[in-house]
């Protein structure tokens, strides 16, 4: 069954920093790995979808980097801002069934 | 706009009552799924259509029960519901049911608590 993780959990930063987000899956036989954002009592809206073919991904401040061999991804941003804190969720489409396993999420807090 | 709407937002309800969240898209999405959040597990598959009148399962499905009549809706049904349904549920859609095909469109959420 696939399993995926996030670490941290939590990360809190000064505002200007560049920081990295980790994702592992433990099945690479994906479709694509997608990035979203959530803020407090909103839905999830999507950052960044990488297929398994594709290596990484960039939208602004914002790239995204995929191995799929061995079940990582990460999620870049740079010059982070107050406006980037939200819970930052990945998750993966499995071959094997058109669902997505998601990650608990990192919780990123910006300080002005 | 592009959206995906559900209501109700917020719901308290009782142990056995029939109750029913709807989701619309005004995309003209193949795909639609329901998904619910809980603290400590996650986000987790609850239903998901391919396109109307195609409808299956997902990691959770116990206790639900969903249709899809027409493209645009894919209404969740808790036909007797319990405390441990007590949840965050979200809709979401995308435009292709091709698995792999890209990527989902998510509903504000519904908070429901079941007393």
Same mark, same amino acid.
């Given at each position: 069954k696939q399993e995926v993780t996030q670490i941290p959990a939590a990360l809190s930063v000064p505002e200007g920093e560049n920081l990295v987000l980790n994702c592992s899956f433990t099945d690479s036989a994906i479709y694509n790995l997608q990035w979203f954002r959530q803020d407090p009592g909103k839905g999830l809206t999507s950052l960044l979808l990488i297929q398994s073919s594709q290596r990484e991904q960039t939208s602004g401040r914002l790239n995204a980097s995929l191995d799929k061999s061995s079940g990582r991804s990460t999620l870049y941003i740079a010059? +982070?801002?107050?406006?980037? +804190?939200a819970t930052y969720l990945c998750a993966v489409e499995e071959t094997s069934g058109s669902r997505l396993t998601f990650g608990e999420g990192t919780q990123l807090t910006v300080n002005p | 706009e592009a959206q995906v709407t559900q209501n109700p937002r917020y719901l308290i309800t009782v142990t056995g009552k029939k109750l029913t969240v709807t989701c619309s898209q #005004?995309? #003209?999405?193949e795909y639609m799924s329901w998904y619910r959040q809980d603290p400590g597990l996650g986000l987790r598959q609850i239903y998901y259509s391919m396109n109307v009148e195609v409808t299956d399962k997902g990691d959770v499905p116990e206790g639900y029960k969903v249709s899809r009549k027409e493209k645009r809706n894919f209404p969740l049904i808790l036909e007797s519901p319990s405390p441990n349904q007590t949840s965050l549920y979200f809709c979401a859609s995308r435009?292709?049911?091709?698995?792999?095909a890209g990527e989902l469109f998510f509903g504000e959420g519904s908070r429901l608590t079941v007393l």
């Open positions: 010059a +982070s801002q107050p406006g980037d +804190s | #005004n995309m #003209n999405h435009p292709d049911s091709a698995r792999g």
